[in-house]
C-alpha cells in the first residue's frame, strides 16, 4: 500500500485550519491555548501524585496530632502543596471543615483547567467531522461542469475522499482519545486525593474532639449541717 496516497496538503489544512480556528472562536484563545499546554504536558511529561510519599507524610503528621493534640501539633510538609495549605488551616482553626473547605478550593484550582481542556478538546472533535465535510464539499466544487475531464474528476473524488478521513481521524483518533487521557489522568488523582483526606480524616478525629473531664474527677462542696 502506497502511504503517500493518503496525502494531501491543501485537503488536510482544510480540516485541520478550518477545525481549529472553529474551536477557538467556540472557546476562546485562552482555553485552546491551556488546552494545549496541558495535553501536551500528559503526552510527554505526565506529572504523577505520588500518593505514597503524601500518606506517609500525613501519617507522621497524624502521629504528632495524636500524641500532642490540635493545639501542639506541628506536622512537617507533606512536599504536596494542596494538603500542606489544608494542614495550615486546620492548625490554624482547629477546625476539620477549615481543612475539607482548603482542599475543596484545591480541587476547584486543579480540575478547573483541566476541565475547561475536556471541554474545549470534545468541541474540537465534534467539529473535525464538520471540517472533513466542508472539504468534501469543496472539492466536489471543483469537478467540471462541462465535458468529462477524467484528470479533475479523480482529482476531485480523491480530495472528497482525504477530507472525509482526515475529519474522521483527527476527532476519533486524536482529539477524543486526548480528552480521554486528560480526564482519566485528573479522575485518577483526584480519587487518590480524596482517598488520602478521608484517611487522614478518620486518623486524627479522635484527637480533634473536645477532650472533658471526667466527672467522677469533679468536686462538689459539702453542705454545712
Not at 40 to 45: G, K, M, V
Not at 55 to 64: F, I, P
Not at 165 to 187: D, F, I, T, W
Not at 194 to 210: G, K, R, S, T, V
Amino acid at each position: 500500500m502506497d502511504l503517500t496516497a493518503l496525502y494531501d496538503g491543501t485537503t488536510l489544512a482544510i480540516v485541520v485550519g478550518g477545525t481549529a480556528l472553529a474551536t477557538v472562536l467556540r472557546c476562546g484563545r485562552s482555553d485552546v491555548a491551556a488546552t494545549i499546554r496541558i495535553a501536551t504536558r500528559q503526552l510527554f511529561a505526565p506529572s504523577r501524585f505520588d500518593s505514597e510519599a503524601v500518606r506517609a507524610a500525613l501519617a507522621r503528621a497524624a502521629q504528632d496530632f495524636q500524641r500532642n493534640g490540635p493545639l501542639r501539633a506541628d506536622p512537617r510538609s507533606t512536599g504536596d502543596g494542596e494538603f500542606d495549605d489544608a494542614l495550615h488551616a486546620l492548625l490554624a482553626h482547629r477546625s476539620m471543615a477549615r481543612f475539607d473547605d482548603a482542599l475543596a478550593d484545591a480541587r476547584e484550582k486543579r480540575l478547573g483547567p483541566a476541565e475547561a481542556a475536556i471541554r474545549t478538546l470534545m468541541q474540537a472533535t465534534e467539529l473535525a467531522p464538520v471540517f472533513g465535510l466542508a472539504g468534501t464539499l469543496i472539492s466536489l466544487s471543483q469537478m467540471p461542469a462541462q465535458g468529462v475531464d477524467r484528470g479533475a474528476y479523480l482529482a476531485a473524488i480523491g480530495m472528497a475522499v482525504h477530507a472525509t478521513l482526515y475529519g474522521l481521524v483527527l476527532a476519533n483518533l486524536l482529539l477524543a482519545p486526548l480528552a480521554r487521557v486528560v480526564e482519566r489522568h485528573a479522575r485518577a488523582e483526584e480519587a487518590a486525593r480524596h482517598a488520602l483526606a478521608q484517611w487522614f480524616e478518620a486518623e486524627i478525629a479522635p484527637a480533634m474532639m473536645p477532650q472533658h473531664e471526667p466527672r467522677g474527677h469533679h468536686h462538689h462542696p459539702g453542705v454545712a449541717a
